[in-house]
């Protein structure tokens, strides 16, 4: 099989990159040290995380000559993510560190003051003058995760040879991906974009992109404008999977009704609705934006370096191109021989596994009780902060679990409250919802207001909204939740629990700002799929991405 070098430099999830790049039937092998990199043929870069920590690694280990020498030497060369953004010559998110300079200009962040950054989700990669650039398609989305971008002004780049795609995100056009001569640029994550990722992947390992590009005459950007999608992100659709092991010893994907998973009759055995793999797969088969993981009971009597979860990400990621979260368990622990493990570190084997992101749910909790008590202070210590420093915001979710509590008035309690469309058994009209912990069984004095705006403070790139309330009640997602939550903080809100059928997708998304929805128990006892929740979602004018087989 043709071989296709990367550049193994920093931490993050390049499983995924590598089961794409075998996908198309090619071979990874690694670039280690700068001496290595003029054996490469075909250079791949990948990139998550923070631009000062990717250029100043890459950089210390004596990679930038070697990379720039690939570059001029005309050999083919693609940057990811951070990959990209390391070829312009700086960014706002480290000023002092400077970049590859391939392409002279500074990236900037978005701003957020209107909208949720990380940008994350599926938008455009839309090139008028060459709509099929690297075999993008203006009918595709592809996968984004960043705070920090190149803001597209037309005919910039252009002047200086390069061919653009962008994307829209609120008001702001950002440069999604840029091609000229041998190389290839993208700021989202063809890897996790599905079958219009992988054809950007393959274009570039045959050569015919870089081919077509080169016999490509620019168009007049007027001639294919209609081509130029006007919307941004799409609604995103994610499917959950609460994985444990049931009783007879095996790992199953489960279901509760407000997170009690056993059934009703007498036994009350674990109810089980498949196998992990095999649904997660099928999810994406019908379209699902995202696939989640909550390993529920976090098989606290395992090895390790044995978790079943790490087996199940590994093996899901082969088949499955669309990002990939794991909850569960994420937390420092001390292994069963005695030895410590950080949360970090049990992190980056989930991310080596295949995981794109991290969901930490009761951990999260604690730290904020503590950041608050400490007077607001951050110690740089915590699950959340080490993950993200390492890895990105983008990369760390906390999943919230939270309860409804009423009130008769406002001043009943200290927390953040809010009046209520459905009042309480007593007639309360007012509510508040307090965290809990250990899957809902230890409720605390701690708001999701207080909670999300903690962990927002460290570094949370994403908030996975449960509610135990609403949990498998097939009642519609609790709006009145989402909102709070929504007005708090600025990072991104997945609204979860109480889906049971394609309308309540569209009065979420309606009816309040979520930034994405997920679904967990009408997908997996049959009564929908993914697919029809989407064209449901369609036939309402809301913008999806609609699966490329
Ligand atoms: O505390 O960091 O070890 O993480 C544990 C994780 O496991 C948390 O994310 C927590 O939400 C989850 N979890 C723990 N116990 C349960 C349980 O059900 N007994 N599941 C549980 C949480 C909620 C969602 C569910 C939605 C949608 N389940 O996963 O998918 O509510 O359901 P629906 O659409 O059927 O209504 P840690």
Redo the contacts with the bound molecule.
Sequence with gaps: MPKVYLLDYVAGNVRSLVNAIEKCGYVVEWIRSPEDVPKAEKLILPGVGHFGHCLSQLSAAGFLPAIRAHIDAGKPFMGICVGLQALFSSSAEDADCPGICLIPGSLDRFDDSVKAVPHIGWNNASCPTNPTLYGLSPDSKYYYVHSYKYPYVKGELESHGWAVATGTYGTETFVGAVAKGNVLATQFHPEKSGVAGLRVIRSFLDGSGAKALAEHLPQESNIAAELVPKDGLTRRVIA?L?VRTNDQGDLVVT??DQ???REKGSDRNVRNLGKPVEMAKKYYEQGADEVTF???T?FRDCPVADLPMLEILRRTSETVFVPLTI?????DTVDVDGTKVSALEIATMYFKSGADKV?????AVIAAEEYYNAGKTLFGNTAIEQISKAYGNQAVVV?I?PKRVYVPKQEATRHATLKTKFPGPKGEEYCWYACT????RETRDLDVVELTQAVEAMGAGEI?L??ID????NSGFDLELINQVKGAVRIPVIA????GNPGHFDEVFRETTTDAA?????FHRGEYTVQQVKDYLAGKKLVVRKFEG
Excluded at 437 to 440: A, E, L, M, V
Excluded at 496 to 499: K, L
Excluded at 518 to 522: E, V
């Design positions: 959950c609460d279901k509760g997170y009690d998973v909550l390993n529920i976090s909850g569960g368990g994420i937390r969901s930490i749910g009761s951990d999943s679990d912990i250990k899957g809902g996975l449960n509610c609403k949990d498998g009640t979860s629990s109480g889906a997920l679904g967990a128990g009408m």
